[in-house]
């Protein structure tokens, strides 16, 4: 349920694994609930990227270089913040 609720705050699976583990988790349960927590990460990075910034056409470079900084922030992988700012990703 905390994976869940973080996860639609807009926060990533890194930073809900290290929040997790501070907060007295075991590492192998964290590992069984990420796993268990069906969430689609490139999916949330874009909504939450798309909320803060607005849509990729508008932006210059660097938007697009505070946008990835606030994604690594907020504990997206250097693979999912790339598919997200190549547009790979899109919104419904």
Same mark, same amino acid.
């Given at each position: /349920?905390?994976?869940?609720?973080?996860?639609?705050?807009?926060? $990533?699976?890194?930073?809900?694994? #290290?929040? #997790?583990?501070?907060? $007295?988790?075991?590492?192998? +349960? +964290?590992?069984?609930? /990420?796993?268990?927590?069906?969430?689609?990460?490139?999916? #949330?990075?874009?909504?939450?990227?798309?909320?803060?910034?607005?849509?990729? @056409?508008?932006?210059?470079?660097?938007?697009?270089?505070?946008?990835?900084?606030?994604?690594?922030?907020? $504990?997206? &992988? &250097? @693979?999912?913040?790339? &598919? +997200?700012?190549?547009? @790979?990703?899109?919104?419904?």
């Amino acid at each position: /349920m905390y994976i869940r609720s973080r996860a639609e705050r807009g926060y $990533g699976p890194q930073r809900i694994t #290290l929040e #997790l583990k501070q907060r $007295g988790v075991a590492s192998a +349960v +964290v590992q069984s609930a /990420m796993a268990a927590a069906e969430c689609d990460w490139l999916a #949330l990075a874009a909504r939450a990227d798309r909320k803060k910034f607005g849509p990729l @056409e508008d932006r210059s470079a660097l938007a697009l270089a505070k946008s990835r900084r606030h994604l690594e922030y907020r $504990g997206y &992988s &250097s @693979e999912q913040i790339k &598919s +997200v700012l190549n547009g @790979e990703q899109e919104l419904d």
